[in-house]
């Protein structure tokens, strides 16, 4: 029995942060029905295909299900009101009022099902001057002054790989709130309605910097933390063949057994007196030989430091294989398999065999 194997969830929103919150909670035992227009939602045409679908919406909806409805048709609310009146959780992520423009909003759903929790993603919350503007994640990471912390003036930009506000701002905040949503449903009998802004959760990102600002009286800008390019301790490495090494060895031990490791000279150790000097030392050393080298004599040493590895490499680690997060696969309608989008839960919460499980062709479910 697995913790939300008794919910029903029902999740109107696309792309990625709201199908990626339900996925949370499918792979933690919850029934999720994925609400989709007619002709299926947008991921479902983004490239590759895989099969007889889309890779990304593949990977983002292992074992859901799908209900195609028009949500403008006049009978739409009519046709889903059995299905309100049974959820646990409704997720949803368009701009603020469009659910309450189809009939769907907070009040109205909960005039039908005072158990409803109601979880809205949007970029921008619910209220406030920028509630109704469009946005993607870097427009998120922008706004909320986290993407500012790796970037200098004059320097060259470097695109974040990570999608940091819809997944971590969007996703995850989605999946705490309604287990606490949840919690408190036990306790009073109601739902709620759950505002997620994306943005919100950048400063949380920028934790360090808000410190070091409001102590100071000085917010570092691009460049100048800590962790974001100020110290020789914590950066990225180019290697002799192009390549790069992650260096992280900010305790004094680490650092001591690093400089040993790349035999750095001793009146460049003290970081403090010189951080440019010290830098560029490490650059000038680290750039005399491939990453091969470095990969066979700093990794050894424990210090934190490590070569970066392609994705390709990263699956391919024995690291991986062992915490079983490849083990659980997605089949599309017509049959192929690939393995689902890998998870942080732990294995005390998921069913115990990992199952092969599908993803939905539009419209599966009926009503």
Not at 248 to 270: H, M, P, T
């Amino acid at each position: 029995m697995q913790p939300l194997s008794d919910l029903l969830v029902l999740d109107f929103s696309t792309l990625l942060p709201g199908p990626l919150a339900s996925l949370f909670l499918a792979e933690a035992g919850a029934r999720v029905i994925r609400i989709e227009r007619p002709d299926g939602e947008d991921m479902r045409r983004f490239p590759p295909r895989f099969g007889e679908t889309s890779a990304p919406f593949a990977a983002l909806n292992r074992g859901k299900q799908s209900l195609a409805i028009d949500l403008k048709a006049p009978d739409a609310l009519e046709r889903l009101t059995p299905l309100i009146m049974q959820a646990d959780i409704v997720i949803e992520q368009f701009r603020p009022g469009v659910m309450s423009r189809l009939g769907f909003g907070y009040e109205a759903l909960k005039a039908l099902n005072p158990r409803l929790i109601y979880c809205s993603i949007s970029g921008y919350g619910q209220d406030g001057a920028r509630a109704s503007e469009a946005g993607h994640d870097i427009n998120y990471q922008a706004v909320g002054g986290l993407l500012g912390q790796s970037l200098a003036q004059g320097r060259p930009a470097p695109l974040p790989p990570t999608l940091v506000a819809d997944i971590a701002g969007g996703a995850m905040p989605a999946v705490i709130n309604i287990l606490l949503a949840l919690r408190e449903r036990d306790r009073s009998g109601r739902g709620c309605h759950l505002d997620i802004a994306m943005t919100d959760a950048m400063l949380a990102f920028a934790w360090y910097a808000l410190a070091q600002g409001q102590a100071s009286g000085r917010y570092p800008k691009g460049g100048e933390g800590l962790l974001t390019g100020a110290s020789p301790r914590y950066g990225l490495y180019a290697t002799a063949d192009g390549w790069f090494l992650a260096v992280g060895a900010l305790e004094q031990k680490f650092w001591v057994s690093f400089c040993d490791g790349i035999d750095l000279a001793e009146e460049l150790r003290d970081d403090r007196r010189d951080p440019a000097a010290t830098q560029a030392a490490i650059t000038a050393i680290i750039g005399s030989r491939p990453a091969t080298h470095w990969r066979a004599t700093i990794e050894p040493l424990d210090c934190c430091c490590t070569v970066v590895r392609t994705l390709d490499e990263a699956l391919a680690d024995p690291q991986l294989t062992a915490r079983g997060l490849l083990d659980r696969q997605v089949e599309e309608p017509g049959g192929k398999r690939m393995v689902s989008t890998p998870l942080p839960l732990a294995p005390v919460f998921r069913d115990a065999a990992p199952a092969l499980r599908r993803s939905p062709p539009v419209g599966d479910y009926e009503i």
